[in-house]
């Protein structure tokens, strides 16, 4: 008589971090912004994908205390999540004018939205900076000590990449670059220590 054989136990599957997560408690998820084309108008997503984005870079006119962003969401939360610790953030943008220059100051925004408001989670703004030349830059933000923040299933998190204006100068239009792919335009140019990706490291709390 041959012997049974049984089946070994599958032992369930570990997740793993690396020792800063599990000292932090906190795992980061990587998204990039992006837009999508449709019928009703551009669409501004956030997305852990790396797609080829419809436009590779924003712009939008700037002024005296005027800003110009991009407001990328991402789509509803399947299950809820809690944003906890430093969010680190990379913006390319440029600012030109018809003739002269002005200063302006690049910013960003993290923020959740439950489909009727936006509720503010944190907000960095960096060094006001002369648009002479209209020279590109990747600046990085960072928001430290978010405190734990419930992202509820069905809500949404949001980037505001944005310009703002500290005075007129003559016709200021700020551009914002957007490619997870990483490609050139008219405006912005990859590569030179430079990035068209727009991308956003947010923190959120491990649940084991």
């Known amino acids: 008589m041959l012997p049974v054989k049984y089946p070994k136990t599958v032992q369930p599957l ?6 800063s997560d ?7 998820t990587t998204y990039y912004a992006c837009t999508s084309e449709n019928v009703a108008g551009e669409q501004y997503l956030l997305t852990t994908a790396l797609p080829f ?31 906890k610790g ?8 440029r600012v030109t004018n018809s003739t002269s220059s002005n200063n302006n100051y690049p910013f960003v925004s993290l923020d959740k939205y439950d489909g009727s408001t936006y509720t503010n989670i944190g ?27 419930l992202i509820k299933a069905g809500e949404q998190i949001r980037v505001k990449a944005g310009i703002m204006g500290v005075d007129a100068g003559n016709s200021p ?29 947010i923190p959120f709390k491990i649940v084991t």
């Open 14 to 19: 570990i997740p793993s971090y690396n020792y």
């Open 173 to 201: 239009r700020g551009f914002i670059a957007c490619d997870p792919q990483n490609r050139d335009d008219d405006w912005f140019t990859a590569g030179n220590f430079e990035t068209t990706k727009l991308i956003a490291n």
């Open 86 to 93: 430093t969010a680190v953030f990379n913006v390319t943008w």
């Open 22 to 28: 599990v000292d932090e408690g906190t795992g980061i």
């Open 53 to 83: 984005s419809h436009l590779i870079s924003l712009s939008g006119s700037l002024g005296t205390a005027v800003s110009f962003s991009g407001s990328f969401l991402t789509g509803p939360l399947n299950r809820p999540r809690i944003i």
């Open 123 to 149: 907000y960095m703004s960096g060094s006001s900076i002369s648009s002479a030349g209209g020279v590109m830059r990747t600046t990085q933000f960072q928001i430290s000590g978010i405190t734990p923040t």
